[in-house]
């Protein structure tokens, strides 16, 4: 059974809690600019996209490897994403979590569960010692949420409960499906760039060569560029929708600031497994800084505190 310590009573938790009715206008504004900042990134990956392919259809003279690229992109992304559940579980060495073994956390995610009108997701524990979490499954039906031994042994129960309400945030707000489809956009984009690269991007036609050459350089850095914001987005979203879900934005925030200690102290040993899902964690499971930091698929934890302190009223 997982145990954790009693939970101190903290003067802010009254706070945290009031999250009322007269923010409802705001939060679905917030919600739609959200959204739409994130249709834009995936509207420009798209733009970057076809700026390649005119390019390639110039260089060959056969626009059909644009099709055939545009296939295999797109049966990837359908297979990763009909399948992230078990990629990113594999990839954690998770394995399921019964009521018997954690009912505390089983009741959490059972409350979260009703109050937001959806099914009960399946729940695995990770050995890692690594504190995180996170969501993954096509659909709220065939949901999974897990969490690490490490989280276990850092949080109180209520911040543990705020850390389950931004996992299932990111299932209810169909985060999978973006972060797929902007993953296989932006390895499209490469794929394509060194296809390019290769033919000579620009050469007939009268084309230029020095642009084309810029377009296959930078396009992938771009495209790089545009999938972080898009996962960052998705962050900050996760974070508000599921601090209304719980209530409780400060016991995230105080959650948030935990994992960023305990992460830096005990990173998670980078493969190309967990690097592959590692955009799906609640924290940045390696260890990052400097330069590192402005390339990160994660807000920064310093921003993504404030904007919850902000949520609770806090000045």
Known sequence: MWLWRRPQDRSDASASLAIGNSGDSSAVDVS???????????????????????????????ASFIWLFAGIGLISTAVSYWNSDKIALRAMQAQPLSEDQAPQIYAMVHELSVAAGQPMPRLYVSPTPTPNAFATGRNPKNAAVCVTHGILQILEPRELRAVLGHELSHVYNRDILISSVAAAIAGLITSLAQFLMFFGGGRRQGGNPLAGLAMVILAPFAAMLIQMGVSRTREYEADRSGAELTRDPLALA?????????????????????ESMSHMMIANPFRGGGMSRLFSTHPPMADRIARLEEMAGRP
């Open 254 to 274: 105080s959650a948030l600031a935990k994992l960023e200690n305990g992460t830096s102290a005990r990173p998670l040993q980078p493969t190309p497994a967990t």
């Open 32 to 62: 739609v600019k959200a959204g739409l900042k994130t249709a834009g990134l995936i509207g420009v990956l798209w733009a970057v996209l076809l700026g390649i392919g005119w390019l390639m259809a110039g260089s060959t003279g056969n």
